[in-house]
């Protein structure tokens, strides 16, 4: 009996290890693996002139492109594209629009830019002050250290020094890899602190820590001055949940002290014209703020922003979606640790929303997160290590 089935190939690794794997010879491997790797790419807001080229460009190299129905007759001034291809056919297709020039070209760079990206991945190492974080050998668990009154899951539990430290020296017994110590909480309808009462929280926290413990201590803010401080105080990442864009001396403040960076998504409203493509140019544009000062792109995690400037179906939306952060080609952090998400699904209070927090983290791992943020460490730890046992290869 023949025993067909369905391959599913994400990327040009998996693609020559199936190919090497049916016993070709090892020179075929080179030519027949961007054959393989079947890619859909979506171009937002093509000219209808454009999006006519590109369509018949890519049907005849054998793939095709889905576009707006006013594009054949011109009765419509753009479109999006979702082009559907192998890579060997995309490697074509860009050629051919480069000999176009103009606008054709960018766009030619543009997917190229995405064909690089599947041969590149990731960065090896997440480097951040003294650390190197391997990246793809496991997934890395951050601890929730809140010294703040008003958290919406553990506020006013661990303002003391003496009650915080003892916290985050159970969490890494717990297993975690990072700690991240905040300030100021970021829950809806938080009352905002200014620098220096949040300085007044974190500084001395992370003093102790940082010469207490030999893990990575992030600091959570979104202010430079309060990066500045923690960061001379030991700390050696700035989680910021705008993502370098809400303070402009921020990126400057990370690039002086050679620190880690996580640039989360954020949004002041709720309305979005394609959620994912929205939240990748908002990064794609914290990168670029990053990059700018002389940050490098091995001290660079991207957050998607669950339970930020999203509703229900947008959380849910991003969990199902969130492997399209892959174009960026960075670590990937996932916090959805007792959040509104679980909350709003399973109709449950703050302090019984473990099961459903395991739910995201073995789907967001699934999905390529390469770091947790969680409250519940010890759980999540043992989730995280099953779920790298059948994931991570």
Partial sequence: MINARIVYINDMHEAREEIRKIGVDASAITWLSPKALSIAIKLEDVSTFEANIIKQEMLGKGGDAAVNRGVASFSTESSDILLMGTYSQYNRLVYKLRMQGGSLKEIANEIQ???????????????????????DEKTYVMGILNVTPDS??????YIKIDSAIKRAKEMVDAGADIIDVGGESTRPGYQQVDA???????????ESLSKELNVPISVDTSKALVAEKALCAGACIVND????????????????HGAGVIMMHNSDTKEYRDLMGDIIRFLRKSIEIAEKVGITRENMVVDPG????????????????????????????????????IGNVLDLPVNERLEGTAATITLGIANGA????????????????????????
Wanted: with cysteine.
């Fill in 306 to 341: 669950i339970g930020f400037g999203k509703t229900l179906e947008h959380n849910l939306e991003v969990m199902r979606r969130m492997r399209e952060l892959n174009t960026l080609n960075l670590p990937v952090l996932l916090g959805t640790s007792r959040k509104s998400l």
């Fill in 152 to 157: 919406f899951s553990d506020g006013g539990q």
């Fill in 370 to 393: 390469d770091i947790v943020r969680v409250h519940d460490v010890k759980e999540m730890v043992r989730v995280v290590r099953m779920t790298d046992a059948m994931v991570r290869v």
């Fill in 113 to 135: 830019r995405l064909l690089e990206g599947l041969e590149k991945g990731k960065p090896e190492y997440f480097e951040c002050g003294k650390y190197k974080l391997p990246i």
């Fill in 196 to 206: 220096l009462e949040e300085i007044n929280r974190v500084v001395p926290i992370i």
């Fill in 241 to 256: 949940v705008w993502g370098l864009q809400k303070d402009p001396a921020m990126a400057e403040v990370v690039s002086k």
